[in-house]
């Protein structure tokens, strides 16, 4: 029987491998045009117009990044007795 914490992990970053596949194949494209940037003639444009529909994965991202955030971080432990007697 698996923890709910176990359950929602899949859940929180399942997005997370299209999103690395987006960056890598943007960072692909863009490192040759960034190599011989010249502001007068370069344009990189093209490469955001051509993967921009696929940015829409970084929404959903962002949309679950809090409760994944708060599913991972462990709670603050409980203030010790020795410091509660001494208060």
Not at 18 to 36: G, V
Not at 49 to 62: C, E, H, I, Q, R
Request: aromatic fraction near 10%; include cysteine.
């Amino acid at each position: 029987l698996a923890s709910p914490e176990l359950t929602v992990v899949p859940e929180l970053f399942a997005n997370l491998p299209p999103l690395l596949h987006l960056s890598s194949e943007l960072t692909a494209r863009l490192r040759p045009l960034l190599a011989e940037f010249s502001p007068e003639t370069s344009c990189v444009g093209p490469v955001f117009v051509k993967l921009g529909p696929f940015f829409k994965l970084y929404t959903a991202y962002v949309e679950i990044h809090a409760r994944s955030v708060a599913t991972t971080t462990p709670p603050p432990s409980a203030p010790s007795m020795a410091a509660f007697a001494l208060a």
